[in-house]
């Protein structure tokens, strides 16, 4: 059969509506509930014990909006339409934004090891190196002068090993202040002035602007491998932390169950709030886990496990949403069970 010009243009422009609808890049990005994966391949302790059931690690998928997925996101429960400026920091590219991503999930990793080896009373020792820049606040003064990836090793010629060395350095001045930032930023050195700030809303302390994850080097008598791939953020941590512990020890925590949660951990095994936790009570309820833990925050009215609870209770789970505030709450919830 001969087409017709009128067949073949209206052909041609079907086909560009198409292209248009699913690869045209909208300033949104989706976020929905990602995968569960069980830790016992990701994470490895060098002569650990084996457990009949599973710790599971909660992802959440983030995609660029197309104009079909936006429609699809307005009518799909559980989805979430972010406008790109705020999952996305302005003049940030995705491969930097990836790696401060990376350097949150090395530091959360870090972070799990030593918990779970102080706690299982495993030797340990920790060399700190420096800081990292990972996030800088809009209208702050580091804007303009500091970048995501910037290696801060010292403060008006004080050496800087942690995060908190800033911190307690920079609290002991007043907002107009000028301190003098020695940075490596892509195998260069600078050193860079800044004036500090009050924070909007806490007057009280003063700052840059700028969020940190601290460079360590934690060793351990018996190694761990941690097979993360591109996974990044901080809010595996507390997941990272049990299935350490379990290979650590003989008793088996997860007696035959699959165990699935979330929450940001610190070194001291204080458990922190995550976004996104509802599609991550999705994906663990998808494989079939049978306990999600959620940070508690001390019983904030807008907790994550209150959310978590209340997202389980929409999709009729059987999944037990337990809310924790520390590592120790979690472990001894196993241990009980």
């Not at 045209?24 to 457990?51: C, E, R």
């Amino acid at each position: 059969m001969k087409l017709s010009r009128k067949h073949i243009l209206s052909i041609f422009f079907v086909g560009i509506v198409s292209v248009f609808l699913v690869s045209y890049q909208l300033p949104y990005y989706i976020y929905k509930p990602g995968h569960a994966d069980p830790l016992n391949d990701m994470v490895v302790v060098n002569g650990g014990y084996t457990s009949e059931g599973d710790m599971h690690l909660v992802t959440i998928s983030s995609n660029r909006a197309t104009p079909i997925y936006y429609l699809l996101t307005k009518i799909l429960p559980h989805q979430e339409l972010v406008p790109a400026e705020k999952a996305r920091p302005e003049g940030i590219t995705d491969e930097e934004y990836m790696h401060a991503q990376l350097q949150m999930m090395e530091s959360s990793q870090e972070a799990s090891i030593v918990v779970a080896y102080e706690t299982a009373g495993e030797k340990i020792t920790i060399d700190y190196n420096g800081i990292y820049v990972i996030g800088i606040i809009d209208g702050m003064p580091a804007e303009g002068k500091l970048e995501i990836g910037d290696y801060i090793t010292a403060v008006d010629g004080h050496k800087i090993s942690e995060a908190k060395d800033l911190i307690e350095y920079v609290q002991e001045k007043h907002p107009e202040d000028t301190i003098t930032l020695e940075v490596n930023r892509k195998e260069e050195r600078k050193e860079i002035e800044i004036e500090l700030q009050a924070f909007d809303d806490l007057e009280e302390k003063v700052g840059v602007g700028i969020r940190l994850v601290t460079d360590r080097n934690v060793n351990v008598e018996r190694s761990v491998d941690f097979k993360s791939g591109n996974i990044g953020g901080p809010s595996a941590g507390l997941m990272f932390s049990l299935e350490i512990y379990d290979q650590l020890v003989e008793e088996d925590l997860t007696k035959g169950m699959k165990i699935a949660g979330t929450g940001e951990i610190d070194y001291d095994g204080q458990v922190g709030r995550i976004g996104g936790v509802d599609k991550k009570v999705i994906a663990a309820d998808r494989e079939g886990c049978d306990i999600f833990f959620a940070p508690n925050e001390q019983g904030r009215e807008d907790s994550n496990y209150k959310l978590a609870k209340k997202t389980a209770a929409e999709i009729n789970t059987k999944m037990k949403i337990v809310p924790i505030d520390t590592f120790e709450e979690a472990l001894n919830y196993l241990s009980n069970m």
